[in-house]
């Protein structure tokens, strides 16, 4: 009787801790190249650091600003000065959180032997362009630990999006004592430490990565999830197959050739919704073939037929013939004229500046195209190779390489054209601007121009809205006028959401954290 009563309550135990444990299975594209919010570059990498890691400003369900790290700051009267309050926080090794932690961070982050490509984010911050650029001492970074829980921090001009920029992972904050102690190693599942709603439990490359619910979160009682599982998912037709099998409960993407059928049969769970993101092609203009050849890159600018490609993508695209993404407050996109010619007349001109560049059908240019493993992308790829093929003449060899692969070739420059794409980190045209500052690090078209850096220096002094939106336009007229990239299409957001899946907000950011999800079945 005993050994029956003791078999039914352990079954009743373990039923009822299987019961009560909450878990939410995502998948996330790409394999994460770095874990480490300093050294992160892509969205692969953002939604994870996003559940770890909280900044001094952190992101409602809806992915407006709200009090993170910070319950509260001040701003003096010239806009300059920010002060920064510190809640009360631990890390989820259960040290606390200091305004120390911050300084760290952003020191690291400008400091040129980290290697951030997200440094110039700083770059409002007093001496934080002079540090990367390896002219000023690290620690003349314009940020101070007042004391535990006041953070100061000086910035060069005004900035009105200085609070989008916080939410960034690169000023998120880090544990020094972590970092110091396993150096490159402290990324590993067993020595990561974040100040987030979630922490690493697990990580099996190139599969999936789990977190679990971090109890020194300041905001863990208003966490409803156990447990979130990021599953690798590059192929997109095997993702939709795990989504209908019940394996996922939210899909990073959908195939663009299924969207009818989905729409048709799935109607209630396919979430797409316009955000601020542009996909495009970028030029290698360090070296030849495309430095000092800019009748060529025109000429495939305007041989790439917007209109066939967005229709490939399938899903309520539109073109894009500018960088910054339309919606953008209190700014409006600069479009070329040709943006009004019908496709026969861009091809016509292309053809023309083919011709002048010292190509024809008879003579082509030979050229590789790089794009990152994603069967979205090898279509618009192989879409694009055909277009200029068809159009000009030109023979394209398209090379796929996996994300770290992919991000590096582009980091070093060893391409000729890459596929990419870029999706704004705060409500504000800089943030795409900002891209192609000299020197910068995601400048991963070597873009080297003095007068479009000193327009976007400019604008960042300017305090009046109006002339601060004006100075950007011509920065954005003068980016796509060298043509040093192609702007192909703005993106839209296409997920597949189950129906207890329950909690988050359709946003033009495209982030979705996890700590605002429930489930609900």
């Keep these: 009787m005993q050994r029956h009563l003791l078999a039914t309550l352990l079954l009743a135990a373990l039923c009822g801790g299987a019961q009560a444990e909450t878990i939410f299975r995502r998948s ?9 919010p300093q050294l992160a570059q892509g969205m692969p990498e953002m939604h994870i650091l996003r559940d770890m890691f909280v900044g001094l400003v952190d992101e409602d369900a809806g992915a407006r600003p709200i009090p993170g790290a910070a319950a509260s700051w001040d701003v003096s009267s010239d806009g300059k000065t920010w002060t ?41 911050v007093k001496n934080a362009k002079e540090i990367a650029e390896g002219t000023a001492a690290v620690d003349s970074l314009g940020i101070t630990a007042v004391d535990a829980h006041t953070l100061r921090v000086e910035l060069n001009n005004p900035t009105p999006y200085f609070t989008g ?23 590993r599942a067993e ?58 409960d939210w899909t990073a993407d959908v195939p663009n050739d299924q969207i009818k059928w989905l729409s048709e049969n799935l109607g209630d769970e396919l979430s797409i919704h316009n955000y601020l993101g542009t996909y495009y092609f970028g030029f290698n203009l360090t070296k030849e073939p495309f430095k000092d050849a800019p009748k060529l890159r025109e000429a495939l600018n305007l041989a790439l037929d ?32 040709y943006a009004a010619w019908d496709y026969a007349k861009r091809l016509e001109r292309a053809k023309k500046l083919y011709s002048e560049a010292g190509y024809s059908k ?114 954005e007229k003068r980016l796509i006028d060298q043509n040093g990239l192609i702007p192909v299409y703005y993106f839209v957001s296409k997920h597949l959401v189950k129906p207890y899946v329950k909690g988050y907000e359709a946003n033009v950011m495209n982030h979705w954290p996890s700590k605002y999800i429930r489930i609900e079945k």
């Design 28 to 36: 996330n594209d790409a394999e994460p190249a770095s874990m480490d």
């Design 84 to 124: 920064f309050h510190l809640r009360e926080a631990n890390w989820s090794d259960g040290k606390p959180v200091t305004a120390d932690d911050f300084v760290y961070a952003w020191r690291r982050a400008v400091d040129p032997e980290t290697g951030s490509k997200y440094a110039f984010f700083l770059y409002p």
């Design 165 to 187: 920029l916080l939410s960034n992972a690169a000023t998120y904050p880090v544990p020094r004592h972590v970092v110091e102690k396993y150096g490159k190693d402290w990324t």
């Design 191 to 248: 020595h990561i430490v974040g100040n987030g709603a979630f922490k690493m439990r697990e990580w099996k490359p190139s599969a999936s990565i789990t977190l679990e619910k971090s109890p020194t979160y300041y905001g863990a009682a208003q966490v409803a999830l156990d447990k979130v599982i990021y599953y690798v998912s590059e192929d997109k037709n095997a993702e939709l197959q795990r989504y209908r099998a019940g394996e996922l």
């Design 306 to 337: 917007r209109d066939r490609i967005v229709k490939l993508a399938g899903s309520g695209e539109t073109p894009a013939y500018g960088f910054v993404t339309p919606g953008v407050s209190g700014y409006t996109p600069y479009i070329p004229d």
């Design 362 to 475: 008879d003579k082509p240019f030979k050229v590789e195209l790089l794009y990152n493993s994603n069967d979205n992308n090898k279509k618009v790829a192989i879409a694009v190779a055909a277009l200029w093929k068809e159009g000009l003449g030109v023979e394209t060899t398209l090379t796929n390489k996996e994300w770290k692969a992919y991000l590096n070739d582009r980091r070093e420059y060893k391409t000729q054209i890459f596929r990419g794409s870029w999706m704004g980190d705060y409500d504000d045209a800089n943030t795409y601007l900002d891209l192609f500052i000299s020197g910068g690090g995601s400048n991963t078209i070597g873009l080297n121009d003095p007068e479009y850096d000193k327009i976007l220096a400019a604008a960042a002094a300017e305090t009046d809205a109006g002339k601060r939106a004006a100075l950007l336009q011509s920065a």
